[in-house]
């Protein structure tokens, strides 16, 4: 991603949303790199029934001129409050913002995948 002064932030418009079930706790996380001024961030976006509604969860930002670093955000689940899940990329700044290797899972205890095919 490139960024030019800027702020941008790349989700699923429509579809592609995650279903997220009560009380499981969920983790998305990512390996960002930076060059330049550009920081990048990601979000986890819980989408409520309540049009317009949303509760956001960013990680740490990353940059400027960073090599790769790992991020996460964590979670739980709402049910049928917030029944789905949107992630995000983001970035500001100045310079190019890459992102790899996303991954988002249902965690329990201390980082046990508690769901099949939840990673990427």
């Given at each position: 991603?490139?960024?030019?002064?800027?702020?941008?932030?790349?989700?699923?418009?429509?579809?592609?949303?995650?279903?997220?079930?009560?009380?499981?706790?969920?983790r998305y996380s990512m390996w960002?790199?930076?060059?330049?001024?550009?920081?990048?961030?990601?979000?986890?976006?819980?989408?409520?029934?309540?049009?317009?509604?949303?509760?956001?969860?960013?990680?740490?930002?990353?940059?400027?001129?960073?090599?790769?670093?790992?991020?996460?955000?964590?979670?739980?689940?709402?049910?049928?409050?917030?029944?789905?899940?949107?992630?995000?990329?983001?970035?500001?700044?100045?310079?190019?913002?890459?992102?790899?290797?996303?991954a988002f899972e249902a965690m329990?205890?201390?980082?046990?995948?508690?769901?099949?095919g939840m990673k990427d």
């Open positions: 991603m490139r960024v030019d002064n800027d702020s941008l932030a790349f989700w699923p418009g429509s579809g592609h949303t995650l279903h997220v079930d009560e009380g499981v706790t969920y960002i790199k930076t060059e330049g001024d550009a920081r990048g961030w990601i979000e986890a976006i819980e989408m409520l029934l309540r049009i317009g509604d949303r509760e956001s969860h960013c990680s740490t930002t990353v940059g400027p001129n960073q090599d790769w670093t790992r991020v996460e955000v964590a979670f739980t689940g709402k049910g049928e409050e917030a029944p789905f899940a949107c992630p995000s990329i983001s970035a500001e700044g100045a310079g190019r913002v890459w992102f790899t290797d996303m329990t205890g201390e980082g046990n995948i508690v769901k099949e």
